[in-house]
């Protein structure tokens, strides 16, 4: 069965460091999301991408973030310069049309901000 | 703005034991309602979902009945069992339009162990 993959499981950086989280959405699925969840609190929407380009994005998606689909397969998420308040779990998932309403997630990346 | 309210948790139940985990819903719109389920180490997981008022969405013993008029999508199933162990999450998507690609606004999760 497809699935949703994500690397690493997880990251442990310094605060001010740049971060990379990568997905591998499902083939042939065509919208993309990331949301984060803080240890203990709600999971939260970051941001969702179609055809290449930002379709939403939240309040907490600020420019110290950006998504880029580099080659077709993979999904990333860049962190420009890390906070204390960056660790938390990130999931990416796919969607496969907009006459879908199942977001496929990924197993999350845990990160950790020193 | 779109919010969802969960029971508070952790969970505790024994064995065949009825589940019932509350969720209400504030939003926009007609939305479409969801329970995912999030088992050890793994990523979250679509259980169920509706998506319009009096629908009733069922899987692996789970229901959950969606009611426009309490905004609430509660959770049910009538004997648990050691492997429905897990984070359940409710969430709400579709408020602005009738297609799917919205973004999905969760809950924050109710932990449940079942003990044998």
């Known amino acids: 069965e497809p699935e949703v993959t994500q690397t690493p499981s997880h990251q442990v950086t310094q605060m001010g460091q740049e971060v990379i989280l990568r997905c591998v959405p499902i083939?042939?699925?065509?919208?993309f999301y990331w949301y984060r969840q803080i240890l203990g609190q709600k999971v939260e929407f970051l941001v969702s991408?179609?055809?290449?380009?930002?379709?939403?994005k939240s309040e907490i998606f600020d420019d110290q973030f950006s998504v880029e689909r580099p080659d077709g397969s993979n999904f990333t998420l860049k962190i420009r310069s890390t906070k204390l308040e960056d660790s938390a779990m990130y999931f990416c998932?796919?969607?496969?049309?907009?006459?879908?309403?199942?977001?496929?997630f990924g197993p999350g990346t845990r990160l950790t901000v020193l | 703005g779109d919010s969802v309210t969960q029971m508070e948790g952790p969970v505790t139940l024994s064995e065949e034991a009825f589940l019932t985990i509350n969720c209400t819903y504030t939003?926009?719109?007609?939305?479409?309602l969801f329970w995912y389920v999030q088992y050890p180490g793994e990523g979250l997981q679509l259980l169920l979902k509706?998506?319009?008022?009096?629908d009733k969405g069922s899987n692996k013993g789970f229901e959950a009945t969606y009611r426009k008029e309490t905004t609430s999508f509660h959770l049910e199933k009538g004997s648990v069992q050691v492997s429905d162990s897990a984070v359940y999450f409710c969430?709400?998507?579709?408020?602005?339009?009738?297609?799917?690609?919205?973004?999905?606004?969760f809950g924050t999760g109710t932990r449940l162990t079942i003990i044998p």
């Open positions: 998932a796919s969607l496969a049309g907009e006459a879908y309403n199942e977001q496929f």
């Open positions: 083939s042939n699925h065509l919208y």
């Open positions: 991408f179609y055809n290449n380009e930002i379709s939403e």
């Open positions: 939003a926009t719109g007609y939305p479409s």
């Open positions: 509706a998506t319009k008022a009096d």
């Open positions: 969430a709400l998507s579709g408020t602005i339009s009738n297609f799917g690609n919205e973004k999905l606004t």
